[in-house]
């Protein structure tokens, strides 16, 4: 009887276990490596937001981030990279709360992705693609930024 019990048991912690990691997005993939192909990383450098950060545009770029965007549908609301949609996809979605990941890109590297996307990656390809327009894009980044809480 104890023996039953016991195999009870470990089967509810199984699959408690399982329940509780289905709702997971895919590991995303190294998030230090750049993104933007090599001939085109230096021009893409290079470019500067058009855009002056107040607290009026990040509230639009949350705005945009969570609705016109699509872009929390993929890496959450949170920006953790656990968003509904990101789920479905290999390699997972960006994790935006990752300070490290910030340091190593500039806006003009972010922006590039937005317009074009990551190939070969469920990232689209946003402002080409009709979605959203430039203006948006470096309004989003700018929202985007704000996930990192690190101080420095
Ligand atoms: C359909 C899902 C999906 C949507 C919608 C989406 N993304 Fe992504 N995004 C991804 C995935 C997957 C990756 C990881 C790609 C990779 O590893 O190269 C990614 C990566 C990124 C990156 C990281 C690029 C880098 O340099 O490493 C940025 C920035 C980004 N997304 C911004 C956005 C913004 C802004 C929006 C909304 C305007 C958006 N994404 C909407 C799936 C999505």
């Known amino acids: 009887m104890r023996g039953k019990r016991l195999i009870v048991t470990l089967c509810s912690v199984v699959a408690v276990a399982l329940w509780s990691t289905a709702g997971w997005a895919a590991p995303e993939a190294d998030p230090l490596k750049p993104r933007v192909p090599d001939a085109e990383r230096g021009e893409a450098r290079k470019m500067k937001s058009p855009i002056t950060v107040t607290p009026d545009i990040l509230a639009k770029g949350k705005e945009l981030y969570e609705g016109k965007g699509t872009c929390a549908n993929c890496h959450g609301q949170t920006g953790d990279g656990n968003g509904p949609g990101g789920m479905l996809l290999t390699p997972g979605p960006r ?58």
């Open 95 to 152: 994790n935006f709360t990752n300070c490290k990941f910030h340091k190593k890109r500039n806006d003009g590297e972010l922006f590039w992705v937005v317009k074009n996307g990551s190939t070969g990656t469920g990232m689209p390809a946003l402002v080409n693609g009709g979605m959203i327009t430039e203006e948006e894009a470096w309004t989003i980044i700018a929202y985007e930024r704000t996930f990192c809480k690190d101080a420095e």
